[in-house]
């Protein structure tokens, strides 16, 4: 099964500001999502973007997406309190299986 | 109806112990998944249904059981397990495997004494 890395694993920041996590994976993929988990929650899918598509956006989400580079990001703007959480990105293939995630933070 | 859900929602149980952990979905989805999520830790896959058959066991010790007596429901059956088997364990479904979105159930919060 495939899996992604985020990086950075933990990330602090002021409401207002700008947050981006990045994704990194190893094969080939089809497409690849964007989870949030709030502590002790379940996940919640954010958002998906397919291997043809180099940008998305949701709302104040924007995710790109470098085939040739095997990488994602994941950019949350106008930063809130509400988005402190943790975020994982999971490639298609047999399962969902998750990389380590990104711990934020966002401080009042 | 999107949800997916999860009984109970906080589990305590002595090591000689036997219960299980119940999850449902009736979004259809033909997928079925169990993972088991520790503090600080990304959530671990632990097993796969696909049409109510177990197609992926992630290497999980024989103490758990899995059981999809249907395409809407999911069990995991607990014995003789361990303090550091305590954790949450997460339900999730998608219309296939190797599908697009997956959705998650909220979790049970197991305690092993």
């Known amino acids: 099964s495939q899996q992604g890395e985020e990086d950075p694993q933990a990330l602090s920041i002021q409401e207002g500001e700008n947050a981006t996590m990045n994704c990194s994976y190893k094969?080939?993929?089809?497409?690849l999502q964007w989870y949030r988990q709030n502590s002790g929650r379940g996940l919640v899918h954010l958002i998906l973007i397919r291997s043809n598509e180099r940008e998305k956006h949701s709302g104040r989400l924007r995710v790109t997406l470098d085939t040739s580079k095997k990488s994602s990001s994941l950019l949350i703007t106008a930063s809130r309190a509400a988005d402190t959480a943790s975020y994982f990105c999971?490639?298609?293939?047999?399962?969902?299986?998750f990389g380590p995630g990104t711990r934020l933070s966002v401080l009042p | 109806d999107t949800e997916v859900t999860q009984t109970p929602k906080h589990l305590v149980m002595g090591m000689t112990n036997k219960k299980s952990l119940k999850c449902e979905q009736h979004?259809?989805?033909?997928?079925m998944y169990w993972y088991k999520q520790k503090a600080k830790k990304p959530p671990e896959l632990m097993f796969v249904?696909?049409?109510?058959?177990?197609?992926i066991n992630e290497s999980v010790p024989s103490r758990f059981s899995p059981e999809c007596p249907n395409s809407s429901l999911l069990n995991l059956h607990l014995h003789a397990l361990q303090p550091e088997d305590s954790a949450l364990y997460l339900c999730?479904?998608?219309?296939?495997?190797?599908?697009?979105?997956?959705?998650f159930g909220q979790g049970t919060r197991l305690t092993v004494v």
């Open positions: 249904y696909s049409y109510e058959k177990l197609s």
């Open positions: 979004m259809g989805h033909r997928a």
């Open positions: 999730a479904s998608s219309p296939k495997t190797g599908g697009t979105e997956a959705f």
């Open positions: 999971a490639t298609d293939g047999q399962n969902f299986v």
């Open positions: 094969t080939s993929i089809n497409n």
